[in-house]
């Protein structure tokens, strides 16, 4: 995320409570309402929910080991190492056809002197109605590139942040790819230049919106190599009281899986990460998913911040529980998930 964190990992996490963010949790309640929801309704999402994992743990390995590796160099925007990533992206695309959304993969952008690129993937939707309205999966895929020699090693990888949720949006992408189960038509959006100031989903927010996109929801990962502890929700969302996203996510999963964290609003970390541009531009839900939680890795902007240090089983468990969300987010028959009033 944007560079909230080199603040909030300085400060014990107990620093971060008291009565300014104690608040009552939203999803205990939600808990509650779901047991007393339609039969019919459940018995939908228990079928969707105990379908097999089709993301592998060997594919997420891979990928990330590369994104995270010496050879790119921490990724940062401009250099020759996010060029790496961004040819190791398209070749994901390219090889479980996926198209590219505009002329090419590539959204290319200029700050100042740097050349930087998006990269965009799409698959259509298959209803002849809903294919018109849009589903935006996305994270970046950037880095700081070099930082504090820690032993000799300079070289912040950015294994978490964010090539964890980088990996996460491929593996969704070669998912829908293979069963083509999307109604709605669905973007897979990597960016560049997030540590610079979330400039890469900032211009291509900006440019589908004067295109005339029909955005439905935008979802941003983030930071989802490390599990959160077992007495907690596996992962939370920003803004979660914006919209009903989490608790129609978690519908869709027929359990709580995504819910609120304190910290999150207390740093207002909504706006600190690649959805917010799209929340800017398109006014619907454009929220971030993480597990990251200040308690759970110790080493944002760090050179530590490699594959070694990730958690392969959590995060292929991680993207096989989203693949429910994410089909019934892009296959309800209405828009159901919508900005709180």
Avoid at 75 to 104: D, L, Q
Avoid at 191 to 211: F, P, T
């Amino acid at each position: 995320m944007k560079k909230v964190f080199s603040l909030c990992l300085t400060v014990l996490i107990f620093s971060c409570g008291g009565a300014n963010i104690i608040e009552t949790n939203p999803q205990s309640i939600r808990k509650i309402e779901r047991k007393a929801e339609n039969k019919e309704s459940e018995s939908i999402f228990n079928n969707t929910a105990t379908a097999k994992n089709y993301i592998e743990i060997t594919e997420v390995k891979s990928s990330l080991e590369y994104l995270a590796s010496d050879e790119l160099e921490g990724r940062n925007t401009g250099s020759k190492g996010i060029e790496k990533a961004a040819v190791f992206i398209e070749g994901v695309f390219k090889n479980h056809g996926i198209k590219p959304y505009f002329k090419t993969y590539r959204d290319s952008f200029k700050i100042k002197k740097i050349d930087g690129y998006n990269v965009v993937g799409y698959i259509e939707g298959n209803d002849a109605k809903l294919k018109n309205e849009f589903v935006i999966l996305g994270a970046h895929y950037d880095h700081i590139g070099y930082t504090k020699a820690v032993n000799g090693d300079a070289i912040a990888n950015g294994a978490n942040d964010d090539a964890s949720g980088t990996v996460a949006v491929l593996e969704w992408a070669k998912h829908f790819s293979k069963f083509k189960n999307n109604k709605r038509s669905i973007l897979f959006t990597l960016y560049a230049a997030e540590e610079m100031g979330l400039k890469g989903s900032e211009h291509l927010a900006k440019r589908l919106k004067i295109e005339g996109l029909n955005l439905y929801t935008m979802i941003n990962f983030e930071m989802i190599g490390v599990p959160r502890a077992k007495k907690e929700i596996a992962a939370y969302i920003t803004g979660y009281q914006k919209s009903n996203m989490a608790s129609k996510l978690n519908d869709y999963v027929n359990e709580d899986f995504i819910g609120f964290l304190a910290q999150a609003k207390a740093y207002n970390l909504f706006e600190r990460s690649d959805n917010y541009p799209f929340y800017k531009e398109f006014k619907v839900p454009a929220q971030a998913i993480s597990t990251f939680d200040f308690t759970n890795f110790d080493y944002y902007h760090h050179v530590d911040d490699e594959a070694d240090k990730m958690d392969f089983t959590h995060m292929t468990n991680f993207i096989n529980k989203m693949i429910p969300a994410i089909e019934g987010m892009v296959n309800s028959p209405t828009r159901e998930i919508k900005m709180n009033k």
